[in-house]
Structure formats: C-alpha cells, structure tokens
C-alpha cells in the first residue's frame, strides 16, 4: 500500500469554500475537464446533528499510463462513489471516495477535509490510500501503486489552481447578485 497526502489553504472562508465545493467539477474550472459527469445518488439531513450527507457518482476520463491501461483493459472511462458529510456546527466538510472501476486490481480510497484555520482562511487535507491487488507479483503492484501516487500528486497542483478559478468565480457573482439585490431594494424603498 502506498499513501500520498497533501496539504493546502484556500484564502476564502469555510463557508465560502464548502458552498464551492459544489461547482468543483463545473464549466468555470478548466483544470477538471477529465470529470464526464457528477451525478448525485442521495442527499439527506441528520436532523439531530444537522450534517448533510450526499452520495455521488463521478465519471472521469482518465489517461493512464499504456502500460497500466493495457494492464485495466484499455479503457479511459472510469467511476468513483464519493460520500460527503458537510457539518455545519464544527465547520467541517469530509468527503470520501473509493474507486468503482477495476476495483479488483486496484483499491483507491481517498479522503478529503475541508476546515477553517481562520474567518477567511480554509485549510484542505487529502489524503489517499492505493493499494494494488495484482496477485503475487510484488514488482507489477509496486509499479501501479508509485504510477497511481504520481497521478495523484500532479492532479494535486492542478486541483488547486482549478478550485480557485471556482472560488474566486463565485466570489465574484455572489457579490454582484448581492449588490443587484441591495439596488432592488433601495428602489423599492424609494
């Protein structure tokens, strides 16, 4: 088994960055364009604890390299279940993820927090944990275990500077739909 982790900080509140957590996958984050689609399963709310829980299917295209693509059957189309619980008194959103695809040769369980380190800062810890289930060949597991942890450090960078094109894109229209409304408003009140 390998484990790759990651830490970052976002320069936006928690409430900033869980309600973008939503748009992660979207048109204004040019750095995802591998996510095919992101369809939600369920949502519900724990009425006593107030944690929002949702199960998703995200379908992605992969590009792998040929060696391990040939290894998984040539195909680039993979999916992932993620199951994500948005707490709202402890402001903290923890989503976790477990590959569907070729889960009989690989297991990928990822696990992502989202928590304020401040009122306008929000830290983000990843970590992942792969384990190759190739039989008894020690050299090919290793081999798809370190390819999978280099995927997963360079995709690191890009999902950074993907989700702050998100944040700083809902900044900005939160902020013109709130001055809209405040001018609607004063009209009104004339």
């Known amino acids: 088994m390998k484990v790759f982790s990651n830490e970052e900080s976002f320069d936006y509140s928690w409430e900033e960055v869980s309600t973008a957590n939503w748009r992660k996958y979207c048109p204004w984050n040019d750095k995802s364009t591998h996510v095919i689609a992101v369809d939600t399963l369920s949502r519900s709310v724990d009425t006593t604890t107030g944690i929002l829980r949702t199960e998703r299917l995200i379908t992605c295209k992969q590009s792998a390299p040929k060696w391990l693509a040939s290894l998984m059957g040539g195909t680039d189309i993979s999916q992932v279940f993620e199951t994500s619980y948005v707490d709202p008194?402890?402001?903290?959103?923890?989503?976790?993820?477990?590959?569907?695809?070729?889960?009989?040769?690989?297991?990928?369980?990822?696990?992502?927090?989202?928590?304020?380190?401040?009122?306008?800062?929000?830290?983000?810890?990843q970590e992942a944990q792969i384990t190759a289930l190739c039989g008894g060949w020690q050299k090919v597991k290793t081999a798809v275990e370190d390819a999978t942890v280099t995927r997963f450090r360079e995709n690191a960078v890009k999902g950074k500077e993907g989700f702050e094109s998100v944040l700083e894109?809902?900044?900005r229209v939160f902020s013109e739909e709130k001055s809209r409304q405040n001018q609607s408003t004063e009209k009104m009140a004339l």
Do not use: C, D, G, H
């Open 89 to 125: 008194e402890s402001k903290k959103v923890t989503m976790v993820s477990q590959n569907l695809t070729f889960a009989n040769i690989i297991n990928v369980r990822e696990t992502v927090v989202y928590q304020p380190l401040s009122a306008a800062r929000t830290q983000f810890k």
């Open 169 to 171: 894109m809902s900044r």
